[in-house]
């Protein structure tokens, strides 16, 4: 390990071990008075496809499903920015901008955040990609988080958390980048609680709303929304066998409940939401109704298990539980975890697909900021324009810090 002085600050030559700097996991932080400057990336690499379904599907396939790398700075510790460039999904994928924001945490347990970022809604939208259980997340919670929260999305946001709360109320536009949503206007909020926080035992209880007020409305076009994901597994070959095609709206809603309970190396989550569209289809007003749910368990093999963070409220990536970067215990940080899903997008006379998915995978870290995973899903969707059952395998490989 070495360290040079470069023009006032110290750049930090070695992964593996303190140099007097901050760091990200095990990647060298840069530091100047007052200012740390901290790289960022999450880029993963997806290959897999369907072991079998009817009707068949396109085999294996492969892409870089996320290439989000940038920076995010820290000044006096007082403001916070993030610059952060996605150019994924690769290839094909549009490039955009992932994270453009700035933030003031100068007040203690209280931070306020405007531009380009994730505002805060639900449990699982709201771990970070290369920290969720498994490679993709449940349908129900990216159809919710894309109606208007999620990623690249143009919001202001004031937040308060602790060790034992978080609160969040944001107002919300379209998406950065290349879309027909730029002027879709919304609010969100997401209330989250810790009733029990001991050494051993967590219960972490919340309920996260969003209401779009005014949908998105291409030019020369009648407002408009649509619902649609993947079998939550994505390597460009498979289609989106959930669908409704565009909705004339007038406004729509998506509010549920999350719960979590982690016991020692043991995590159980789940979350269950209801979407309330009101739309105008077919010239006469009614309200339409979707919903889903998932539940999950994740079992810490090797390794400290996830751990919760007031700050997202939600749950980290497990890791070692000695100070090791290489191999934790000889052989990594290991996790098993397994889930089942439903998302239904029936709701006359929109038939959009009725999906159940089963799902199991071993997620493995031989370093800090290394993850392998291998996961398997049944999964079978009725109704809709793509009735559809198939077996998937899938495998990711992730650099993130």
Not at 100 to 108: A, C, D, M, T
Not at 116 to 121: C, D, E, G, L, N
Not at 263 to 288: A, C, M, P
């Amino acid at each position: 390990m070495s360290c040079r002085l470069q023009t006032g600050f110290l750049v930090c030559l070695s992964l593996l071990g303190p140099c007097g700097i901050a760091h990200g996991q095990s990647i060298p932080a840069i530091t100047l008075p007052g200012i740390t400057i901290r790289p960022y990336a999450t880029d993963q690499l997806d290959v897999g496809g369907f072991a079998h379904a009817a009707p068949q599907q396109p085999g294996t396939g492969a892409r870089g499903a996320r290439l989000r790398n940038g920076v995010r700075m820290d000044i006096h510790k007082q403001v916070e920015i993030g610059a952060i460039w996605d150019a994924g999904p690769a290839p094909g994928g549009p490039m955009r901008l992932f994270e453009g924001q700035v933030s003031y945490i100068g007040l203690k347990h209280f931070v306020f955040t405007a531009g380009i970022f994730k505002p805060s809604f639900g449990l699982e939208s709201m771990q970070a990609q290369g920290d969720t259980v498994f490679v993709e997340r449940a349908s129900i919670s990216t159809l919710t988080r894309n109606l208007a929260t999620g990623i690249e999305r143009q919001a202001v946001q004031a937040e308060s958390y602790g060790r034992r709360y978080h609160v969040a109320l944001s107002a919300t536009g379209g998406t950065a980048g290349p879309g027909e949503d730029g002027n879709q206007r919304a609010m969100a909020f997401r209330l989250v609680g810790l009733p029990v926080r001991t050494r051993s035992v967590l219960l972490h209880l919340g309920v996260s709303g969003e209401w779009v007020f005014r949908p998105a409305s291409a030019r020369n076009a009648s407002p408009a929304l649509s619902f649609a994901d993947t079998p939550e597994m994505n390597t460009g070959t498979d289609a989106k066998y959930l669908g409704t095609g565009k909705i004339a709206a007038d406004s729509a809603g998506a509010f549920g409940i999350e719960a979590a309970l982690a016991w020692k190396k043991l995590l159980f989550q789940g979350e269950g939401y209801d979407i309330l569209v009101n739309s105008h289809t077919g010239g006469s007003g009614r309200q339409l109704q979707f919903h889903g749910w998932y539940g999950q368990l994740a079992y810490t093999i090797n390794g400290q298990p996830r751990a919760w963070k007031g700050r997202t409220a939600a749950f980290s990536s497990p890791v070692c539980d000695r100070r090791q970067t290489v191999l934790c215990n000889g052989y990594g940080v290991l996790e098993v975890a397994a889930r089942y899903s439903h998302a239904n997008l029936n709701s006359a006379p929109i038939s959009g697909g009725n999906q159940q998915v089963g799902t199991l995978a071993v997620n493995w870290w031989p370093t800090a900021i290394v993850r392998m995973t291998m996961q398997y899903e049944y999964g079978q969707v009725s109704g809709g324009r793509n009735p559809e059952h198939f077996h998937g395998i899938m495998s990711l490989f992730q650099i993130k810090f």
